[in-house]
Nanobody
Framework: QLHLEESEGGLVQAGGSLKLSCVASEGTFSSYDMGWFRQAPGKEREFVSGITWSSVGIHYADSVKGRFTISRDNAKSSVFLQMNSLKPEDTAIYYC?????????????????WGQGTQVTVAS
């Protein structure tokens, strides 16, 4: 079991940066893959980035590759998403997710644990 809590998102100007963090409790954080999804208004929830329990495997959606960086600190039971060169189309609710190491990182159904989400708004 993992309980996930995201940091507060925020409002940033296009081209700006924002770092999201997520703290896990009630589980052995270091044994779980972690990741981020997002959902924009009127759109389906989509994969943003994932990192394996060992940090060996890191994956990004094409839409954020080169702009976003995922990382984790197992000692602090935390996962981070550094978002640079933000665009208005990055506006969404961002969800921290966790799972055992099974299935595709890009599939919503392959993630068992979800945070409540945090709003990120990028103004043009």
């Amino acid at each position: 079991q993992l309980h996930l809590e995201e940091s507060e998102g925020g409002l940033v100007q296009a081209g700006g940066s924002l770092k999201l963090s997520c703290v896990a409790s009630e589980g052995t954080f270091s044994s779980y893959d972690m990741g981020w999804f997002r959902q924009a208004p009127g759109k389906e929830r989509e994969f943003v980035s994932g990192i394996t329990w060992s940090s060996v495997g890191i994956h990004y959606a094409d839409s954020v590759k080169g702009r976003f960086t995922i990382s984790r600190d197992n000692a602090k039971s935390s996962v981070f998403l550094q978002m640079n060169s933000l665009k208005p189309e990055d506006t969404a609710i961002y969800y921290c997710v966790g799972r055992g190491s099974v299935g595709s990182m890009a599939r919503v159904k392959d993630w068992q644990y979800w945070g409540q989400g945090t709003q990120v708004t990028v103004a043009s």
